[in-house]
């Protein structure tokens, strides 16, 4: 890396100690003046429209912010304490660095400045394959179950499993694909040394060991309640889609399944009993966001895959409501040629029936919607 | 009613002794024959393009359809055995009769040549504000109490229940119904006196009771298998729209389901655990048909009703994102003007903040995408 790049990069660094994460009025800065020209203004305690005519009256909230930001400048390591950090296997990835997942840039002006990084997997690597699964904390043993099963049947399919390593639904997730050795991201809403919840200490490990913890926050920062929400554009935005498992109808998870609906990102979610709270929100995103309902996590591959991937498999329990039909009218139906059609002489001379049998079944199967009249007679009628 | 009509009348409840209901060459020839015209033409003996020349070569199979009709023309009752039926309570329904549920025509020539009526409600009075509620006879305790739930909450808001008079989903609907005091339908695949299943003789003498007992066959005729699924376009045609309350993949409820999705009626249905076979075909035309997930009466309501009818109680419970947010975003994101928009020093002001505060309020606000920018500095973003 040349000197000048260092220095951008280090000065990119020194701003997201400065600036919170999700700061929008740093998101437009940084689209007309550079990280070293912007830490230059701040240093210099200058009002900002003098010292960056590019940004002049055009960044809105300028000088608000350069009060709020210049009031933190202090909290800018100096860069042995980057370098303390990096040893204890911290790593921070900026825009446009070989680890950094592109998809993130669909986020515009509120893509994060830089983010922190622990644990042995590429993060941009496994996002190209990833599904974000998030949930209640408050879950139950169902919605616990039944995430940990489509997520190690995801990691299985390598696909990696992106959650916010909360307790509940996130816990799960991560479990599920830990648990069949694949990839699993959590994305925290707090620094990296802080790993909050502490009781998520040695989960944090593993997914690390396996996988790569991340953050927008620096090392040591303490998470706060709204850095929750800011974190959740992050993990729809990491991931080829989201899918909620359980959440109740006032729940965080529904914030992240609003902004993979914003990225037109497949938002997709697990139903379950209607009389469980912890599914309502599931169920109220089918309904009214058009969320997919997804049952496995086949459904999910098939939902985030490029068109024509993922099939094949499935469809094997695929039912036939023609397994109720009664043998003679099962026989006749087989007769009938699919696309072409033919007349009813034909058809019950295939279906080793009389003329009269064959008519009638034809009629009882045309009521019942299984075949449809026809140029040449009857053909079979298209299945849903 | 004139003598014509009278015997036109019977001609047509006696063609329903010699065709099986779903015969769609009866149907197709009742469009340019009159039923008297039609029985004349069977008991002549002659062949039918030639006693019948308005139906000529118009009517596909019509040579064989005669045939199988007047093998059974023996079975065409005496005046005096449908006397002895209203004797016992049976009623019969004509097109175009005060009771005939004008929604059956769309079915077009699939349209029952007649209805078998027992009890005590008017049909078609009963059917203009109806839902069908079918799934599994193998019904699991969920399925069943979620089921009777939704059916007694139609039934208190004055919405008929209709269903198939089967064990499992269809008794818990009839039973829900009976139990809110609300009139129900039990639309039969056997004859009225046969009464399928046995076990339910109770239950029929309820609905009749307090709402009305269906069939398209002579009160004699023993359900055959085929039955069923002929019966199912019926159920879905007479209702403004079917909800599939619990239904394995290979399950007759969903050719119920079918037959509302091809006529354009409402298609809803209820989701349960994904662990739980009877509820895979729900979530599957939730999925793949786009049926509506519905989790209680008041969302099949809102969908069937009339734009704008059935709104209003919902939504007591609806939740927003912003309850989780600190007590100063929640400040700012309240004095943010709706949809006009405000500068920061306005918003600032009136959230009782100073402006840095405001300013960096509202760049969290906006990540988490609760407000956006506007031509006047912030304003609220529309919540899905």
Partial sequence: MSATAERQRFARIALSFVAEPGDLVLGVLLRCCEPAEIMAALSSGDDPGAVLPAAGREVPGLSQAFRRWRARLDQVPLPARLSAWEGIGLRQVCPGEPEWPARLDDLGEARPVVLWLRGNADLRHACLRSVSMVGSRASTAYGNHVCAEIAAALAERAWAVISGGAFGIDAAAHRGALGAEGITIAVLAGGLSYAYPRGHHELFAAIAAQGVVVSEWPPDRAPTRPGFLVRNRVIAALSCGTVVVEA?????????????????????????????????GCHEIIREWGAVCVTGAQDVIEHVSPVGEGLGARRRGRA??????????????EAVPARTGGGPAVIAVAAGVDLDTAIGCLGALAAAGFVERCARGWRIRKMP
């Fill in 248 to 280: 109740a109808l006032r729940s965080g998870a529904l914030s992240t399944a609003r902004h993979a609906r914003d990225l037109c990102r497949p938002l997709m979610a697990v139903p379950g009993p209607v009389t469980s709270e912890t599914s309502a």
């Fill in 320 to 333: 036939h409501p023609r397994d109720h039909l009664d043998p003679l009218s099962a026989a006749v139906l």
